[in-house]
């Protein structure tokens, strides 16, 4: 069992635990972390993975690349997006085949066809649901849930409004960015719409994730 | 300073730091955010150029040329559908010589209708006596469109800044802003010698007779033949204004140099894979997962696609045991328009490499990294073969 820990040494832990995920997968680009995004139509996740692209970017992730594969969107549809980040300048902007991890805006959405495609064994699944991570079961891989939905309700967003939400669980879980530079950059993002909410929901939900075992 | 923004983020930006004067453009996907940026820049005050808004691409270009016709830096931006639509008016104005920049955001050609990317719309409109220059990432575009504008102006010919849709024009990844100081520096305002002015009235382009005839001064003045001469004369030449605004805008800012072709691990390599835009850099994790395997292997992407550097394809790829050519788009009847371009070069070239031709990503077509690795280790392994006919991958008949 794969046990996170939340202070400084996160980002080695998590390098250490990619590292074992990439030598055993069939990986084209050895340092390359690849996270995908599923949410639906309208909830933001685009605009979430630009966040955390940003965040990526500015903690010294030099290839911070956010690739959406665009549809016909309408909203409430399946949408997902491609975010790769590494030390060195990424050159492959083709949409990510076998993620490292899978953040889901939507706890419906891991029974879609699709969403967990390709996840590599040792991987991990971040995802907006009232559920415990213990009430899922995906062999090898780890789950880390949250409820973003009531958490970013209860700092004053609107009902639905999870993608902000869903980056402290990022943050938490995966260890790979530090939720200050996160909180800062939605900040950022949306300077004109509850700019202070945005990033209290991103706080609180990191404060509230819970990372199960495998 | 670093930004993480869209593609097309990138090229509005360029424009902007050009200090372009008149800006005309017709919303079409993926080229929509360019415009609209623009639009922004404009009604915030950030920029101070007319952005004239008009019913249509037609209405687009021929708005830029009347501009520039007055001596305004001109910009205009398009993609596929609506750069067809404004065709007439695409050669009109490099036949009338006038340097206006346009950015054509890659995408399919209907019918059937398409939104998303290869490269057709740009390849139809490569004989129209227009630059052509591709960019593989966001400050490729940026930089390119500031130096379009440098290029287009020294020569008196229209310059298209070409990107992929979608990959390039709503992905985000970081680039550089420079200064505006420093791009001042490397690009002055624009002057013309030949432009249109109400205090000395003249008539340009008008009908032009076969043969040459003197003028109301009694000088000899060209025919439409003549005209056209030259044209094609100062696109030859242009090739090294390109390579001269290279190299200034390296000395300036430090990045680029490489105008024609940009090489990856070509120098010692025995197989190159060549194509335009961001699958050249696809194309390179694909060159490292097969210099891991030990195949010399390199991979060139064509960054000037009009005029075509005939010299810089000699230089890079004679000598070579293969070529591996990958297409977004196809001269339909016969080739990819890039290999036959290549393979043409080529010609005189004593020992000549193979050359094998692959089709992908017509009409947005998800191009798998895997996909690219198994048909370049399959066309290594076929040996010296050469191959007429075309290949398409990805496709699912």
Known sequence: MFVFAFDMETEFIWEKHFNNLTTNGNQMQQSTIQIRWHGRGGQGAITAAKIVANAAFFSGYNGAVMIPTFGTERRGAPVLTSLKISKEKIYDLSPIVNPDIVVVLDYLLLEEKGTLDGLKEGGMIIVNSPKTPEEYSYGHITVATADVTSIAESVGLKRGIVNTGIIGAFSKASGLIGIDILSEKIKDEFRDIKPEENAEAARLTFAKTVVGGK | ?397
Request: proline share 5%; hydrophobic share 35%.
């Open chain 2, 1 to 397: 300073m670093h930004v993480i923004e869209s593609g097309n983020v990138a090229a509005a930006t360029g424009v902007k730091l050009a200090r372009t004067q008149v800006i005309a453009a017709y919303p079409i996907t993926p080229q929509t955010p360019l415009t609209e940026k623009l639009s922004e820049f404009v009604s915030k005050g950030q920029m101070t150029a007319q952005y004239i808004p008009v019913e249509s691409e037609h209405s687009a270009l021929s708005v830029c040329i009347a501009a520039s016709s007055t001596g305004s830096r001109t910009f205009t931006a398009t993609s596929a559908n609506g750069l067809l639509y404004m065709s007439e008016q695409v050669h009109w104005a490099s036949g009338a010589r006038l340097p206006i920049v346009m950015c054509v955001v890659n995408r399919g050609v209907g019918a059937p209708w398409t939104v998303w990317n290869d490269h057709q719309d740009s390849i139809s409109q490569r004989d129209t006596g227009w630059i052509q220059m591709h960019a593989c990432d966001h400050q490729q575009i940026l930089d390119t469109v500031l130096k379009a504008f440098m290029v287009a102006e020294k020569v008196s010919i229209p310059v298209m800044v070409c990107y992929d849709g979608y990959l390039l024009s709503h992905s985000y990844m970081p680039f550089e802003i420079p200064k505006q100081e420093d791009v001042d520096r490397f690009l002055p305002s624009f002057s013309s010698d030949c432009k249109l002015d109400p205090e000395h009235p003249l008539n340009q382009n008008t009908v032009t007779l076969p043969d040459v005839r003197p003028d109301i001064h009694g000088n000899m003045s060209p025919g439409y033949m003549e005209i056209r001469h030259n044209l094609q004369q100062d696109l030859i030449c242009s090739l090294d204004v390109v390579k001269e605004v290279e190299d200034r805008f390296k000395g300036i800012f430090n990045r680029g140099g490489s105008p024609f072709i940009e090489s990856y691990l070509c120098e010692d390599a025995e197989y190159v894979a060549v194509c335009m835009g961001s699958l050249s850099y696809q194309l390179r994790d694909v060159v490292d997962q097969l210099r891991n395997d030990g195949q010399k292997v390199g991979v060139a992407g064509v960054r000037l696609y009009r005029p075509f550097p005939n010299q810089a394809v000699i230089d890079a790829f004679s000598g070579k045991k293969g070529l591996v050519i990958f297409e977004k788009g196809i001269s339909y009847g016969n080739q990819g328009p890039l290999f036959t371009d290549i393979t043409s070069a080529l010609y005189q070239v004593e020992e000549r490499p193979f050359a094998h031709n692959y089709i992908l990503g017509i009409g947005g077509r998800e191009i798998k990294t895997q996909d690219l690795l198994d048909t370049f280790r399959k066309s290594i392994q076929s040996g010296r073969k050469n191959e007429i006919k075309t290949e398409w991958i990805g496709l699912k008949l």
